[in-house]
């Protein structure tokens, strides 16, 4: 299995666009994390899905930030506008069941907005 | 998710010294796992703990979970320049979701 797969790695944009990170979970895990991290905030948890379904996203920042999940093999993250606040970086993890055997966690995108 | 405290923040070692990073928690946790993020690199599970008083070991790696499910600590015996990184403590409840700890920057100096 090739891992839990994010694109893009880099993503440099300007104050006000859409950017849209994208996810691929481990074929077989049920569920999907998305998580933002920062020096000054660590890791913190935005959003995660059940079996693609959203189970809890008290953790997005505000109503600029979205996630969906269309199917088991795909999810996004998208915000809009962008703002320089949001400059991070954005990991993408996957796990079965439980969590027992741990996640498993994209390279993540880093997220530069000037 | 549930909180917990990490300490210490950072710590800087000799190469062959030891090193050890505590979670702490106020409330009993179910289970807790172990991550290590190298620089510039993503976090990698390590180890889960259930068990009250468990230790399991991961050659020069050792983990340990508190008798009452409160705490937990990760201790490296001879530290290698391969040990670089941030360690994290993720506690787990009732929910799927994993709340992070604050880590523990490793610095192994040669």
């Known amino acids: 299995d090739a891992g839990v797969i994010q694109s893009p790695r880099h993503e440099v944009t300007e104050m006000g666009q859409e950017v849209t990170l994208r996810c691929k979970p481990i074929s077989g895990h049920n569920s999907l994390f998305w998580y933002r991290q920062t020096m000054m905030r660590g890791l913190e948890l935005l959003i995660y899905f059940n079996n693609n379904v959203p189970i809890d996203d008290s953790g997005m920042p505000e109503d600029r930030f979205s996630a969906k999940m269309p199917n088991a093999s795909f999810s996004t993250l998208k915000i809009q506008p962008s703002e320089p606040r949001d400059s991070a970086v954005y990991f993408c993890?996957?796990?079965f069941g439980q969590g027992k055997s741990g996640y498993t966690f994209g390279s993540g995108t880093r997220l530069t907005v000037v | 998710g549930q909180q917990v405290m990490q300490i210490p923040q950072y710590q800087h070692v000799q190469e062959g010294e030891d090193f050890t990073t505590y979670c702490n928690s106020s409330t009993t946790l179910s289970n807790i796992q172990w991550y290590k993020q190298r620089p510039g690199g993503h976090p990698v599970f390590l180890i889960q703990?259930?068990?009250?008083?468990e230790v399991k070991k991961q050659k020069r790696l050792t983990f340990q979970f508190g008798e009452a499910k409160k705490n937990s600590s990760l201790h490296i015996t001879a530290t290698q320049t391969t040990d670089v990184g941030t360690y994290f403590c993720a506690p787990g409840g009732s929910a799927r979701q994993l709340t992070f700890g604050s880590g523990t920057q490793l610095t192994v100096l040669p």
């Open positions: 703990l259930v068990k009250s008083g």
């Open positions: 993890a996957s796990s």
